[in-house]
């Protein structure tokens, strides 16, 4: 198969969507949708979450240290395009959404009630890296719904309704099938 | 729906899955299967990569500086597991698993030709967080195959059998189908 250089870019990625909610001094609150996110350690559990300066977020996160990552399901994907490409200077998304705030256990910013994962985020460090400036937060408590929890307590993905993102595709996926588990060759190509 | 609080974890987030390949300064290459990756930067395009210290990759990313990040499909979903779970220091993992090495355009560490899509970096710093350090990656230069690039030569994730992981799970997922479009609600909910 032929291969053909391209300009660099990091948007070629399948990446995660998440619903970033925060909450600024005056108790007001908003969400920012944003793809430029990962897991960044594991111990503490810790994730990465990417913002540009100029978003209405970045400032709010910057001088409160704090945010939820809130994972969307396919249910509310008009909700999540929509917080992504409008910005929460001129309005409220939680109101304009009818997204539900949910209270939060260790931060102050409110989670959104309709995802079934809320991760509560004190920022660790924030890099200046050009575009954008990356947050790092530790995870410092997880809401899960428990209907999309199996008998141990771990997520089901069946049956959630997450979806992925690529940005060089500008395209929304849902999920397909469960292929295999981590660890299934046992280290064993044969 | 009753939420259930769970102890902290980063693991919930359906992340990419990614090749990282490098080279020892003696011409040895190694292969390692992260999933703790995402995109950190837009411009300078910038991706993330978490590697736990004790790693055979990581003493060999943290002394030459790069690495590449090839993106497998379902068709090599078994050399993929194998090269998470099996260490460098014992075998070499392109003769093991037959994976292709392929020159690399910037970088010396070669790139993984079965993969249609491979990002060479340089990194640009090393972050110390606990069980993982994370290295964020300049992307300096992206081989992709001719036949998953559309006419204008942006990712066709139709025409890729890329896949995505959920730690929380264990499991790697396939792709469903194509849901939505970046900014197709327009700024509007009706």
Known sequence: MPKK???PTSAVLLTPVVLVSCQDEGGKPNIITLAWVGVANSDPAMISIAIRP???SYAIIKRTGEFAANLPTTAILKETDFCGVVSGSKLDKFSTTQL??????KIKAPLIKECPVNLECRVKQVI?????????????????DTEIQDEKGRI???KTKLFTFCAGAMEYWS?????GRFGFTKGKLN
């Open 5 to 7: 250089s391209l300009k």
């Open 175 to 179: 999920l397909g099938e469960r292929i």
């Open 156 to 158: 089901d993905i069946g």
């Open 128 to 144: 200046a890296l050009g575009s954008h400036d990356l947050f790092l937060g530790e995870v410092v408590a997880v809401q899960m």
């Open 100 to 105: 539900t705030p949910m209270p939060a256990e």
């Open 54 to 56: 100029e978003r209405h």
